[in-house]
DNA sequence: CCTTAATATGTCGTATGACGACATGTTTTT
DNA sequence: AAAAACATGTCGTCATACGACATATTAAGG
């Protein structure tokens, strides 16, 4: 029971959310890095913007899917470099979306769409 | 080349859009029945309201990625039933959905995420 | 027969989220 | 010193999912 019970309403994620909590999944990142390593994630298929991208950070934390870790050694500035870091429940939820994404897989070949 | 180049822009497609695709790619369908079977490709996961069904007709036909099949063997009503088939652009962006998807889950494994 | 369930199609309002445009600040490189 | 790259954010618009509501037709059961 435990973590699928509890993800499976906040399916199917959004190609942008996917990316950015897969991209946080290997290592905490701030938001520019989250950026870059998206397009690389995606062979450069997919430029998040800077709208959708602060936009989904914003909802991401107040939803608990992830979480802002403090850069202490660096002195405040007006603009903070924030890192972001994935919380237990944003892993649980990466994995029964990349679970969802088989299943359509699946489907697709099950009407003779093939994995050629 | 033909159909990738002109499919890309369309992607990511909706779960709902998806399903919906995949379902006439088997046979033609009208709106009732494709709703059913979606219900099944989903193993019960997704259904689909009304709203979003006949919305989502509305806008593939208006795109070309499905056609109306007149059904003139059976006699006028105030509604009729409309079966809705695939066209050749509505399976090549089908077809570009479904290796979008492999793509995503290739990203995942990249990651750490195996299949299993 | 008649009534109920299943089949079938549609509209409307609301909420979410992607995205481009705009705005601004900081660090590194030339 | 200037320019490029790094970095964070807001705002308005558009697309679309979805539940609620409305209605019509056909099949099945009592």
Redesign the interface.
């Known amino acids: 029971m435990g973590s699928q019970a509890e993800t499976e309403g906040y399916l199917?994620l959004s190609?942008s959310t996917?990316?950015i909590l897969?991209s946080l999944?290997?290592s905490p990142k701030h938001g520019y890095a989250i950026m870059k390593d998206v397009q690389q994630?995606?062979?450069g298929?997919l430029h998040l913007s800077t709208g959708t991208l602060y936009g989904a950070l914003k909802r991401l934390l107040e939803g608990g899917w992830i979480t802002q870790i403090e850069e202490k050694s660096l002195p405040p500035t007006k603009r903070m470099r924030r890192a972001y870091a994935l919380t237990a429940q944003g892993e649980s939820i990466?994995?029964a979306e990349?679970a969802r994404?088989?299943?359509?897989?699946q489907?697709?070949e099950?009407?003779?769409?093939a994995?050629d």
């Open positions: 199917p190609e996917f990316f897969l999944a290997t994630l995606s062979r298929r990466l994995l990349i994404l088989w299943e359509l897989l489907a697709a099950e009407r003779g769409f994995k």
